[in-house]
Structures are given as C-alpha cells and as structure tokens.
C-alpha cells in the first residue's frame, strides 16, 4: 500500500522539452506539495495546495506548475526544460498541523 | 529568514560507538521540529516531532531531544542499518517547513 507514490522514478529529457511528473496520494491528507532536491541535498519547497488553493510558491520559475485535479493528487508540469532544472524532485502530503510530511521516493530528472 | 544548519556534514561510526547529531534553528515562532531518515534513492521518512524545549523522543537506537536553538539526535550503539542522511526541519508560525542540508551518517562494521 504505497501511501505517497510519484512517477515516474526517473526521467531523462533535451533541454527545451516540456515534462510532467505525477503525484498521488492516498493518505486522506488535505495538503500536498513539491519539493526540490539538489546536488547538494537541500530540499527547499516549491509549491504545496490545499483544498485546490496554492498556498505557498517560493520564487519558483513560471515554467514550473502545479495542477490538482483533486486533493490526493498534485502532478507538476515543467515548460522549456534547462540544464539547472536537474535534480531530485520529491512529492509530499500531510495533514495541516499535522506530525510531519509523508514523502513519496521522488523522481530524478536529467536535462541533458 | 527561518534556517536550519546541521552538523556535521557526515559522520563516519564504528559500529556499537554512540554519537549525536546537530540540529541548530532559528524560526519565527517555532511550531515543531522534526527529524527524518533519508536512505538513497528514497524520499525522507519521518521520525520525530519534538514541540517544546525539554521533550524528548525516543525510537529504538534514537532519541531526540529540543533545546530552544538547537536539537540533538543521540544514536546509541548504532548498527550499520542505522547507516542513512538524517534531515533536521522546522516549521514556522506559517505552517512552512524550512529543511536542514542533513548528515550523513556511516556506520561501519
């Protein structure tokens, strides 16, 4: 029973491409969001929704956009793909106020 | 700004050799701090909330324990399953979660 799942689990691309990676969960929670994680291991938010509502975009390229047909699912759509936009991106889910995020095993995507 | 620092950058353990891990924050208005394990290729998977200086949590080998500017992950007698990067976030009056770089940790057998 996977409780956060992504796909897919890896992703390679050409530059200038547009890419979209998926996410559901099914957990109940009411919040989910997308985070970014580099080479160096940070994982630094880029957009969470509630009940549909975006909530929370930190300086995010408009490139990158989140789409939530319904609350257990928030997929991430990416325009003109670049080199920097590599990296491990991780979906989450929780519960406001709740005791923590629920990751999903993330997808790594390439720009070549 | 809300930050997180973690130290040290990686940790190499023999295995039985207890050590701790460094947690220090500043957050406006603190509500929670968390600790995760991250094994690779895998998305981070929780472990504790601590909410007040003075809590502690225990989970196995582990125990967590808050402080008001920092927080410490004790692992006693560690194995090498408890081999991993161990993330430190906090989340803020916003309900916003500000993740630590994590430490890797090795434990050698």
């Known amino acids: 029973d996977t409780a956060v799942s992504q796909t897919p689990k890896y992703l390679v691309t050409q530059m200038g491409n547009d890419?979209?990676?998926?996410?559901?969960?099914?957990?109940?929670?009411?919040?989910?969001?997308?985070y970014k994680q580099d080479s160096k291991k940070f994982l630094k938010i880029m957009f969470s929704y509630n009940n549909k509502e975006l909530i929370i975009n930190e300086t995010v390229p408009n490139r990158f956009s989140p789409k939530s047909p319904d609350k257990a699912h928030l997929n991430l759509h990416i325009n003109s793909l670049e080199l920097g936009d590599s990296a491990v991106y991780?979906?989450?889910?929780?519960?406001?106020?709740g005791n923590g995020y629920t990751f999903g095993s993330g997808t790594r995507l390439t720009v070549v | 700004e809300?930050?997180?620092?973690?130290?040290?950058?990686?940790?190499?353990?023999?295995?039985?050799?207890?050590?701790s891990l460094n947690c220090s924050?500043?957050?406006?208005?603190?509500?929670?701090l968390f600790w995760y394990r991250q094994d690779p290729g895998k998305g981070p998977e929780f472990l504790f909330t601590l909410y007040s200086a003075g809590e502690e949590k225990e989970?196995?080998?582990?125990?967590?324990?808050?402080?008001?500017?920092?927080?410490?992950l004790h692992?006693?007698?560690?194995?090498p399953e408890d081999s991993a990067t161990y993330l430190c976030a906090v989340r803020n009056?916003?309900?916003?979660?500000?993740?630590?770089?994590?430490t890797r940790l090795s434990v050698l057998p």
């Open chain 1, 90 to 97: 991780f979906c989450a889910s929780s519960q406001r106020g």
């Open chain 1, 19 to 34: 890419k979209s990676i998926k996410c559901e969960q099914n957990l109940g929670h009411d919040t989910m969001y997308w």
């Open chain 2, 2 to 19: 809300d930050q997180v620092t973690q130290s040290p950058e990686a940790l190499r353990l023999q295995e039985g050799e207890s050590s």
């Open chain 2, 25 to 32: 924050y500043t957050v406006s208005g603190l509500r929670g």
């Open chain 2, 59 to 72: 989970k196995e080998r582990l125990k967590a324990t808050l402080t008001k500017k920092e927080s410490f």
């Open chain 2, 75 to 79: 692992i006693t007698a560690p194995k």
């Open chain 2, 93 to 102: 009056y916003g309900q916003n979660f500000v993740f630590g770089p994590g």
